[in-house]
């Protein structure tokens, strides 16, 4: 059973920064795709931030220019720098691990809050 353990979040205002960290239990490879999803107040997770296993990384168009997703696989962790951060982007972030792109996610991480207030 892979585990995710999460950090970082927090609290921020419109423009700041934030940072969160997911690292996994195993190693990332074999797993093709590591990566953020954001559930907000409809309660669905959509992807945030996600990177593959090769370094590739796939922004939602929401965060794109502001937001850098990172993986060191030594470490087994990925990071997820948010800056110029919005009030839209609030919410609870979990970490995600998959096989591919459009596969489900297998792994969730506990989930880690983001406020960003005006």
């Known amino acids: 059973q892979v585990q995710l353990v999460e950090s970082g979040g927090g609290s921020a205002h419109t423009g700041g920064s934030l940072s969160l960290s997911c690292k996994t239990s195993?190693?990332?490879?074999?797993?093709?795709?590591m990566g953020w999803y954001r559930q907000g107040a409809g309660n669905q997770r959509e992807p945030v931030a996600r990177?593959?296993?090769?370094?590739?990384?796939n922004y939602a168009d929401s965060v794109k220019g502001r937001f850098t997703i990172s993986g060191d696989n030594s470490k087994n962790t990925v990071t997820l720098r948010m800056g110029s951060l919005k009030p839209e982007d609030t919410g609870v972030y979990y970490c995600?691990?998959?096989?591919?792109?459009?596969?489900?996610?297998?792994?969730w991480g506990q989930g880690t809050r983001v406020t960003v207030s005006s």
């Open positions: 995600g691990l998959t096989t591919s792109w459009d596969t489900p996610v297998e792994y």
């Open positions: 195993e190693s990332f490879y074999g797993f093709n795709v």
């Open positions: 990177i593959s296993s090769g370094g590739k990384p």
